[in-house]
């Protein structure tokens, strides 16, 4: 080997080796599947100390470059060049380096199984298509002429859309606002990834529920956010705990689900709510309430939103159509002081070029009909029918071995196990069995819980998830 590293240039040796060899593989010196000088000979070689070429070997390895293996040496990887004799990237590197943290594994392999058509779903977060407005659609589309523009809207979403969703959440919501202070997002999710990313910035403090759907979400370590936790009881979470978090750690943002909470489904009490608001105006920490259930209250009965009893503006409030009309229509929206409005809807802009215009045509036409009132009746009725039996079914067959509070609202029943069990092979061997849940660590810090949705299942069906899930349970208890 000709070729000696230079030591009087600032570029470090290992890094000198890595360009070398990375040259050699282009003008075809070392070809693929080729055998590299070991690590003591290319370091006598090059008269530089092995752990040198150890490090050079490493990053090359790290490239997708070389394979090495104990006792076999390192070799030029056979997998590196494509039909026209380039570089193939290293996909495997990029999918591990990025900032956007994946999903659990564990959600990962919820969301994979649910896509089998014979397992009972209890766990997917949405209605089942019964429940969805299909025939309202129908009329919509079939009677209703779209004379729109086809262009891109209005970057805060679509102008008609935000004056209905106006008089929407002050009929049903008793929320006072305007269209100005209204942002259309891409679901909720979309709501509370736009707020994380542009309102916070790394090593920031928030305070999220547990247990939470928020507790699930890799969104707050993929911006480098501090979580700190509320526990939640029978009536919520308790203000006095945001207190004890912020003297520690000085708390920048309070994520909280009042009513139907995912997953416990409490509805946090009214004087919990007051002090929360006193809170946040005393210490200038703002609220994100978020609310898709609200409107699924069964006895008909809708609670004070924070949003609601907010007088100085501290709360941003995030809901949508997803839990109460249809998840795929993914319509949701923020409200919030119009400057932070903006804010957000500036980033909205540069990720999709603002909402499309279909789904909002068709919200806009929904929530401005007739349907409406009818529609979210039948939606208390038939999901009160599920929670009962689904209730109803746990009791039988499950007895003393379980225990849960019974929501007034929502689509969730969070269980606790009264037995020691391993929570993953309760939820392998289930899959096994046809049915599926989520375990109680995706969504809080607890050991012994579980969740089951009855808002995706037909009535027939739920009982007989409870059933499986019940074998199950004593097949592995017997094992």
């Known amino acids: 080997m000709d070729w000696k590293p230079d030591r009087n240039v600032k570029k470090p040796i290992y890094k000198q080796i890595v360009e070398y060899i990375e040259q ?16 003591r ?9 092995r752990s040198t070429v150890v490090s050079a070997y490493e990053e090359l390895q790290s490239l997708g470059i070389v394979d090495r293996k104990k006792g076999s040496g390192t070799r030029v990887s056979t997998d590196i060049w494509g039909i026209a004799h380039k570089r193939i990237p290293n996909w495997g590197r990029y999918v591990e380096d990025g900032s956007f943290l994946p999903n659990l594994p564990l959600v990962q392999k919820i ?3 649910i896509q089998k058509n014979n397992l009972v779903n209890m766990a997917s977060g949405e209605l089942s298509a019964g429940l969805m407005p299909t025939e309202a659609f129908q009329n919509i589309l079939s009677n209703q002429p779209f004379l729109g523009s086809l262009g891109y809207d209005h970057q805060q979403g679509n102008e008609a859309l935000r004056h209905t969703l106006v008089s929407h959440v002050r009929e049903y919501k008793e929320i006072n606002t305007n269209s100005s202070s209204i942002l259309i997002t891409s679901g909720a999710q979309q709501a509370l990834h736009l707020i994380v990313e542009c309102l916070l910035k790394p090593g920031d403090a928030v305070a999220i529920e547990d247990p ?5 979400l890799p969104l707050f370590q993929s911006a480098g956010l501090r979580t700190f936790l509320l526990p939640v009881d029978k009536h919520g979470a308790n203000p006095e705990d945001l207190m004890a978090l912020h003297k520690k750690h000085r708390i920048r943002m309070v994520f909280l689900n009042p009513d139907y909470q995912n997953p416990t489904g409490t509805i946090m009490n009214i004087s919990r709510r007051k002090k929360f608001l006193e809170i946040s105006t005393e210490l200038g920490i703002p609220i994100i309430e978020d609310d898709p259930y609200s409107l699924t209250s069964f006895n008909g009965e809708v609670n004070p939103t924070l949003k609601s009893l907010d007088t100085n503006g501290n709360v941003l409030y995030v809901s949508s159509l997803s839990k109460i009309v249809a998840s795929g229509l993914r319509i949701g929206w923020i409200i919030g002081p119009s400057q932070v409005i903006q ?6 802009q540069q990720v999709d070029f603002g909402h499309s215009v279909f789904p909002q045509w068709i919200a806009n036409e929904f929530l401005g009909s007739e349907y409406v009132h009818s529609h979210i009746k039948t939606i208390r009725t038939q999901l009160k029918l599920r929670r009962d039996e689904i209730v109803l079914g746990l009791e039988e067959v499950m007895d003393d071995q379980i225990e849960f509070l019974t929501p ?4 969730h ?13 309760l939820l392998e061997e289930s899959i096994n069995n046809g049915v599926v849940f989520v375990p109680g660590s995706i969504l809080g810090s ?6 089951f949705t009855f808002g995706r299942g037909e009535l027939g069906l739920i009982r007989q998830g409870i059933t499986r899930f019940a074998e199950s349970f004593n097949m592995l208890r017997k094992s």
Do not use: M, Q
Request: proline fraction near 3%.
């Open 111 to 113: 969301r994979t199984e």
């Open 41 to 49: 000979a290319l370091a006598k070689e090059l008269n530089v100390n």
């Open 408 to 411: 007034a609202g929502g689509i």
């Open 212 to 216: 939470s759907y928020c507790y699930s």
């Open 343 to 348: 804010r957000l809807a500036d980033a909205k």
């Open 24 to 39: 050699g593989i282009s003008s075809g010196l070392f070809p693929g599947d080729s055998l590299l000088p070991s690590e």
């Open 413 to 425: 029943l969070w269980c606790r196990i009264k037995a020691t069990i391993n929570e993953h092979k």
């Open 446 to 451: 607890n050991n012994g819980y579980i969740r």
